[in-house]
């Protein structure tokens, strides 16, 4: 069956810091691979997707590419801010529509 | 901007109530799904619909139902809530086609 590991948090950054959230995946087939982004008491929004290898999504400042080679799919942004302090979520979603999602990782920034 | 909504968006219930938790979207999606969110984060897939009249239970069991009447509504029943139904409970759908999803903003059901 389909997988998705990302790393554990929680990430503790700096405002300005580099950010990198790791996320690996096993599925069957070509999935389409996806960050999502939950603030506090909200549900889950979509931060970027890719749909195809090599692919690169992009969205306020964050990206990611589709890596197949090393089924990867890791979330980075250049200089984060603390209005980015959230959780994280990368999924997966084939043919069925039943998407994976990792466990979350933690961000939390500080000024 | 994502147009689903769920209510209410806070609960606080005695064990053996029956209630239903209501998740309305207007973006004609013809997939919906329930999710369980435990205080770790995770997310549990509970049920899903594929579209009318078309329900399926996930990948974590549930004493919850669903129905699937109208392609805009996908309300979950819980029959007789217990403490252990505690918990976040998240709706999402998408459009054939696509893949992303959208959340509705949860609703946290605390049963005393």
């Known amino acids: 069956g389909n997988s998705v590991t990302q790393m554990e948090g929680p990430v503790t950054l700096s405002e300005e810091a580099f950010l990198t959230i790791n996320c690996t995946y096993t599925a069957t087939g070509y999935p389409s691979l996806f960050w999502y982004v939950q603030y506090p008491g909200e549900g889950l929004q979509l931060l970027l997707k890719?749909?195809?290898?090599?692919d690169k999504g992009s969205n306020k400042g964050f990206e990611a590419t589709y890596r197949k080679e090393t089924t990867s799919f890791h979330l980075e942004k250049g200089s984060v801010q603390v209005s980015d302090s959230a959780v994280y979520f990368c999924a997966l979603t084939g043919g069925s529509y039943i998407p994976t999602f990792g466990r979350g990782t933690s961000l939390i920034v500080h000024p | 901007e994502a147009d689903i909504y769920q209510t209410p968006r806070y609960l606080v219930i005695g064990t053996g109530k029956k209630i239903t938790l209501e998740c309305s979207q207007t973006m004609g999606h013809d997939k919906m799904y329930w999710y369980q969110q435990d205080p770790g984060m995770e997310l549990h897939l509970i049920h899903y619909s594929y579209g009318v009249n078309s329900t399926e239970k996930g990948d974590l069991s549930s004493e919850s139902t669903v129905s699937r009447i109208r392609t805009e509504h996908f309300p979950l029943t819980l029959e007789s809530a217990r403490p252990s139904h505690t918990s976040q409970y998240l709706c999402?759908?998408?459009?054939?086609?696509?893949?992303?999803?959208?959340f509705g903003p949860g609703t946290r059901l605390t049963v005393t």
């Open positions: 999402a759908s998408t459009r054939t086609g696509t893949y992303e999803q959208y």
């Open positions: 890719a749909t195809k290898a090599d």
